[in-house]
């Protein structure tokens, strides 16, 4: 009996690993993302277009970012793990098979087949550059803040630098029911740093060259 017993357990855990990994590997599909991002494209989709909550910055770049990180961070919203009410509004009526999709259009979206290579970034605020060393952000988003070293991770080069310092701010929250991130690693790196020291290290990555941009749909050309 207690043979089968382990067996049986083995089994059950061994299914619910395949089945967890199958889970995970929901493909997006760039046509269907194309005929999702109607929530998407109100902000998303406007050069300039600027955000008041919680306070007024240009909202993120996302054609270029990563799929998987669109994923991973639309699941933040849905999960409450990131406090945004309008995200959180969208991110709840998104099935998994819907943010696959809307991230794989978005990585692709704007991309330009035999584009050049990034040029590498020119020398920029010494303090600056010693404070990103200091919070290790290259170990995590990679060679020149473009190259992340897991999918899940953001490109951040080129970002609005008032969004990036809104973002870095949001994981010092706490006790908010409205405003925060929940990230233990990003949350231990934003919480050394000042809010003068944040907005330093956010304009220095935002100067730098990268992939994000904001391509208009036709509607708001």
Known sequence: MNKFLSSLSALVVA?????????QEVKGDVKAGEKKIAMCIGCHGIQG??????????VPMISGQGAKYIVSS???YKKGERKHPTMRGIADNLSDQDMADLG???ESHGKVAGA???AKAAVGS????ELVKKGGCVTCHGDNFNKPIDPSYPKIAGQHADYLFVALKSYKAEKNAQVGRSNAI???????FTNAELSEMA???SALPGELKTVPQNKFR
């Open 104 to 106: 794989a259009y978005y």
């Open 15 to 23: 299914c619910a690993t395949t089945f967890s990994a199958h889970a």
């Open 186 to 192: 990003m949350g231990g790196i934003a919480k050394q």
């Open 49 to 58: 277009y600027q955000a008041s909550f919680p306070e007024i910055h240009k």
């Open 116 to 118: 050049p290579e990034l």
């Open 203 to 205: 304009n220095y990555v």
């Open 126 to 129: 010494v303090k600056a550059a």
């Open 74 to 76: 639309l699941n933040a």
